[in-house]
C-alpha cells in the first residue's frame, strides 16, 4: 500500500472514530448553570456533526487534506474526556438498560464551554478554507479507499481519451426555475475530462466550455418498446466550447456478466435512436457524441424481467410531527440524489445520514424488518424493486415516536440484504435546527439574484465579517451583468454554509432595509 493510501485510510478512521464519539456526546442533553436548557452547547455539537459529514464526503470525492489530523485528535480528545466524565456508569454504553440519554442532564464547565467553541471555529475554518481550494488534487487512493461504488469515486480513464488520467470534480452551480425544477451549470476551463459530483455524469471536453443540463421525465418515450429505463433522462446541452463524450453512471454489477443489454436512448423530435456504447467501464457506460439532446441509458426489457443484480441505495427520510415517519426509498445507485432530496424537502421530509448501500435484485421481493412489534410499517408484505427516476415514493412508511430508536433490515427471504439503526429523537433535533437565516437565504436565494442593487456594502460588510476576502470580492466584481454578480455572490455564500447565510442575512438587513423587509413580508 502507497504512503498517500496509507495516510487517507489512518485519516478515515480517526474521522469515523471522531464521528461515533461526537455521537456520543450528543446523546446528552445539555442545560446552563440555572438548569435551563443549553441549546448553544447542542447547536455546537450538532454543527461539528454536520461538519465531520461534509470532511467525509470530500474525502469520499479524493480530496487530499494534509493539516486535518491534529483538529480531528484534539476533538476527539475533548469528546471523550466529556463522555468519561458525565456518563453515570462507565461500563454501560450511552442508550442501554435505563441509561437513557433522556435522564442525562449534563452542563459543560466554562473552560469546555471555550474549548468547545474553539474547536468548533478550527473546524469550520477548516472546512472553509478547504471547500475552494483549488490546488487541492484528486488520487486514485483517496477516491478508491472503502468506497469502490461510491457515486463520488473518480475512475481512472484511457489513454485514447486524450485527457488527464483523473478527471476533474467538480461542484455545479444550480439554477432554481420554480415549481420544483433546477438546472446545473457547469464551465470547464480547459479541455478535459469533468465529473459532476451531483449526478455523476463526466463530460470530455476538447475545449473550454459551458453545460447546462437537467432530468427529464421518461413519461412515455420508451412506450411499445423493449427498453426500460436504466438511469435518469437528462437534456444536456453544450451551450459553448466542445463536447465529444459523455460518461453515464451506472447501477450494473459487471462481475455478474456481459452488459450488452444496456445502451443509450438518444431522444429528438424525429424519435428514439439507440446507441450501442464506446465502452462500459465499472461505474460509467461511455458514448461519443455529435449533436445534442435527450440522453439516458436503457435496458432491454427481456434482461429486466429476468432479474438483474444492481447496486442500489436505501434512503430514510424523515418526516416530522407529533407521530414522526419515517419514509425509506429503494432507488438505483444512479438516481438523481439531489433531485430527491430537494423533492422531499419540498414535502416536509429531511433524509438521515447514514449508509445507504446494498445489491438487490430488480426481480426479487423485499421485507423492512424492525424487530419492534409495536412500530407500524406498512405495507407489511414483500415488496418488488420499482424502476424509479422520477417520483421517488417510499417503498414502506415506518410509524415512530419521537424518542424512539429504531432498527432497520431490508430482507430477502432470510438473506439480510441491509441494515440501519435511526434515533428518532436526535434525528429529528438535527433535521429542526435550521435556523431563520438560513430559511431566509433558501427561501429567497432565486428572487435575490435580480433583486439585489447595493452590492457593494453588502461586500464590505460580508469581508469584514470574514465570509468573503479580497480575491472573491474582485471575482464578484469581475462579473459582467448585476444578475451575474448576485449569483456569484449567492452561490459563495451557498457553499460557504449556514454561518456564512447568517452574516448574509444580517449584511442584507443593514444595507438594504427596504428589500430586506419586503422579503420578510413575503
Known sequence: MSEAARSAEELISLLQEYKQSLQDVMQFKWTSSDNTSDQETGERFADLSKVADEIQHMLKDGVVFTTLHTDLESGLRFFKKVVQKNRPDPVQPLGAGDSSPSRHLVRLSVEERRRLKRHGSAMDQFLSDNRNN????FSKSFANIDQPDSHSACFPTHADMGCSTFPECCEPLLQEEGNGHFKYMLKPQSAGLYKCKLTGLMFKMETAGELEYHSVRWGD???NLNYEPAGPLYNINCLHGSLVQIHFPH???????????MSVAHITDNGLEVIAPKEITESHVVMDISHQSLFGLIWTFTDFVLGRNIKALVLLFLQKSSNPELHVLLLSKNAELEKVKKK??????????RNPRCIINTQKYYNLCTGQPELEVTPNNPQRYV???????????VLCSTEQKVKLILMEGTNQVWESTVNIGVD??????ESEETIFFRKHNVTLQTRIGSLPPLLIYLQKEGVLNNIERNEINSKPTPIAKNQDLL????????????SFYHALKL???SLFQDLQET
Do not use: M
Request: hydrophobic share 25%; glycine share 4%.
Open 221 to 223: 418515450k420508451l412506450e
Open 344 to 353: 422531499k424537502k419540498r414535502q416536509g421530509q429531511f433524509l438521515i445520514d
Open 428 to 433: 429529528l433535533w438535527k433535521t429542526s435546527r
Open 511 to 513: 444595507s438594504d432595509p
Open 491 to 502: 452561490t459563495k455564500v451557498e457553499n460557504k454554509g449556514k454561518t456564512a447565510q447568517k
Open 134 to 137: 483549488k490546488e487541492q488534487r
Open 387 to 397: 424502476v424509479d427516476y422520477e417520483n421517488f415514493f417510499p417503498v414502506f412508511t
Open 251 to 261: 447501477c450494473e454489477i459487471i462481475s455478474d456478466g456481459k452488459l450488452e443489454h
